[in-house]
């Protein structure tokens, strides 16, 4: 009995190597990785190329051993160097990507980049060849040119993108097109895809899109989420292929299933803008965000410049996307999130913090953006109150071509803050803002002219109405209420030559029909004052009364309760007669007409925003340019806002 077991393990010690090899493998192969890796280890010590590249394998997957990426190229560097292809393969590609560390051993270390920590004596018994492997491309390149060499498709495709983006070699497109070619000719997706993209101009290469889209085509057939994304691309704006929105939105959605970013991006943009296909913003939007939650950088300023895009967004969730966005050092998201600190949406206006974020951008903010930075020095929002620093930046803004920077300059200019007091060059600016189409400008310009501001005369000159009118004229034309009055005025009085109330009752209606509550004071007391009014006209009158009361005008609110109490106009009301009589007297004995002032001391074009200088007398109190009998001051305001984000 003992002679033939000892026979037996005779036979077992005198069995051929490659048979024990062979028998470890089959071994591992069934899942019995720990009674087969001393037989792998034996042998790679004796140099076997086989068990080597095997225990690379088993300390890259962590198969009966705790994974580490250095002990696995320790064995695949063993076995290359007797030629070994799949080592050299996988050195190629490890060299190349730079694949994690076990968590585990990781949290302590250094970030990418740093110098690699000491490993003490205990974790170096276990890992003798370090925890990290480096990213190389250099090395990458050297062990994918062998394996290329020798006919691997897999290190053919990656040897050619390197060498299109010269990582770890020179760039040369040119071969890259051949390696790429020879992985393509053996069905290798990876080699397709390079090829397409070789051709479509992604290596700075000369573009031919028909042969780009034959082969991304090939690549994304083939399950490839970048040639899916490519060859969208290409249908999406009919480059090498006819044009098709349908077809690129299913190329791009197979690339989003396979969690590609890009896509997701592009998707959200296509829906967004409704290229090639019916704009639809709710699929927008989920595209968008989905490719946010993946960090693609571009969908979260998409996704935020949507979401401003809608007059109800409060513009909370907007900054935020745009803050991570521009601390990530992205320039687009830092300028944006400037302009939301000037425009006050999402955060609080502050000139400081937009400043700060300007900076980061590196960007020449819109003239839009830095009008309205001025007016938050003007007004003291986030820094110090600073008419010097306005003026500064309205310039800026002017000499990109922005009228209401050139308006607020005057404005400036006018009462002498931040640069000296001087009418005629505030003029000049208005007259320059007024020229590219700034209503606010001209009828400021022809307030000056109506005024004895010096301007035409000398020193003694009497108003300039001739001069004055084109500028009011353009207002009024452009539908500014206040030049449409002053042209009633004008017309009504007789300023511009014969009068003519037929004129002047056009400009009026047009005044009230843009809200301008003298106006409808005005008409309405004409159609009260007429010598048989119809019913027709008395309901007229009613209407006009009670659109100016609504605006809170106080002699209004006297009329319509006088309307219903004796039935003018309207049925008789007791209840709401009475309603508009106490309305009327808790506005206070200070909105009365004539409160303030009398008659004939408030000229129109105080209702411009210029303090009356002069004892002329332009239409009267109870002008349409001067809603009410109490003269209207100064506007103290002195910066345009009208712009926003």
């Known amino acids: 009995m003992f002679e033939k077991l000892g026979s037996k393990f005779a036979t077992l010690v005198r069995r051929d190597p490659a048979d024990r090899l062979a028998a470890a493998l089959r071994t591992l192969d069934q899942g019995w990785s720990e009674t087969a890796f001393e037989t792998l280890r034996n042998f790679g010590a004796q140099g076997n190329p086989a068990a080597q590249y095997r225990l690379g394998r088993m300390y890259e997957n962590a198969e009966g051993v705790l994974q ?37 051993l990781t949290a302590a270390l250094p970030e990418s980049g740093a110098a690699a920590p000491a490993i003490d004596d205990t974790l170096a018994q276990f890992f003798p060849h370090g925890i990290t492997v480096r990213q190389d491309y250099a090395e990458a390149a050297t062990w994918n040119r062998l394996a290329a060499e020798r006919g ?50 992604n290596y700075d290469t000369p573009p031919d899109l028909e042969r780009a ?20 691309k290409l249908l999406l704006h009919g480059e090498g292929v006819a044009r098709d929105g349908a077809a690129a939105v299913l190329r791009l959605e197979a690339a989003a299933a396979q969690d590609y970013a890009p896509a997701m991006y592009l998707l959200g943009m296509i829906y967004w803008r409704g290229e090639g296909v019916p704009a639809d ?42 803050r991570e966005r521009a601390e990530a050092g992205n320039p687009r998201a830092a300028a944006a999130l400037a302009e939301l600190y000037v425009f006050g949406r999402g955060v609080p206006r502050d000139a400081a913090e937009a400043a700060r974020w300007r900076e980061v951008s590196g960007t020449v903010p819109r003239p839009e953006t830095l009008t309205m930075l001025a007016s938050l020095h003007v007004e003291g929002i986030g820094a110090e109150q600073d008419y010097a620093a306005a003026a500064k930046l309205l310039k800026e803004a002017a000499d990109r071509g922005s009228a209401d920077a050139l308006f607020n300059l005057g404005s400036l200019h006018l009462y002498g803050k931040g640069m000296p007091a001087d009418v005629r060059a505030a003029a000049e600016l208005y007259r320059r803002a007024a020229q590219s189409g700034s209503a606010a400008a001209a009828i400021q310009l022809g307030s000056l002219l109506a005024r004895e501001f010096h301007l035409a005369h000398g020193e003694d000159g009497l108003p300039d109405y001739s001069g004055a009118r084109p500028w009011i004229e353009q207002a009024a034309l452009a539908g500014d209420a206040d030049a449409q009055a002053w042209m009633g005025d004008c017309c009504r009085l007789g300023l511009l030559g014969p009068e003519d109330f037929a004129a002047a009752e056009s400009w009026y209606r047009r005044a009230a029909a843009s809200g301008h509550v003298g106006c409808i004071v005005l008409l309405a007391s004409a159609i009260d004052a007429m010598d048989q009014p119809t019913e027709a006209t008395r309901a007229e009158a009613f209407g006009l009364w009670l659109a100016a009361a609504s605006a809170g005008d106080a002699q209004a609110k006297a009329h319509v309760a006088r309307c219903y109490r004796d039935g003018i106009g309207v049925a008789r009301d007791a209840s709401a007669a009475a309603r508009w009589l106490r309305a009327d007297a808790q506005a206070g004995d200070g909105d009365a007409p004539g409160a303030d002032a009398p008659a004939g001391d408030a000229p129109a074009a105080d209702a411009l925003g210029i303090e009356a200088l002069g004892d002329e007398k332009l239409p009267d109190a109870n002008s349409a340019a001067a809603p009410t009998a109490k003269p209207v001051r100064r506007r103290k305001k002195t910066i345009s806002s009208s712009s926003a984000l």
Not at 75 to 90: C, H, I, N, T, V
Not at 172 to 192: L, T
């Open 68 to 104: 580490s990426i250095p002990d696995a190229v320790h064995w695949y560097r063993l076995a290359a160097a007797q030629g070994d292809l799949k080592s050299q393969e996988r050195l190629g590609l490890i060299y190349f990507i730079e694949p994690p560390a076990p968590a585990s």
């Open 152 to 201: 691997s498709a897999e290190a053919q495709a990656r040897l050619g993108h390197q060498l299109a983006l010269g990582l770890g070699c020179p760039r040369d497109p040119a071969e890259a097109e051949r390696w790429f070619a020879a992985a393509a000719a053996q069905s290798h997706v990876e080699g397709q895809l390079g090829l397409g993209l070789v051709y479509a101009g």
């Open 213 to 232: 889209a034959h082969w991304l085509k090939v690549a994304a057939d083939a399950g490839n989420r970048i040639a899916q994304y490519g060859i969208g």
């Open 281 to 322: 913003t709710v699929l927008a939007e989920s595209w968008l965000r989905r490719a946010v939650v993946r960090g693609h950088g571009e969908a979260s300023c998409a996704l935020a410049q949507m979401l401003l895009e809608r007059p109800e967004d409060d513009g909370i969730e907007a900054a935020a996307l745009l």
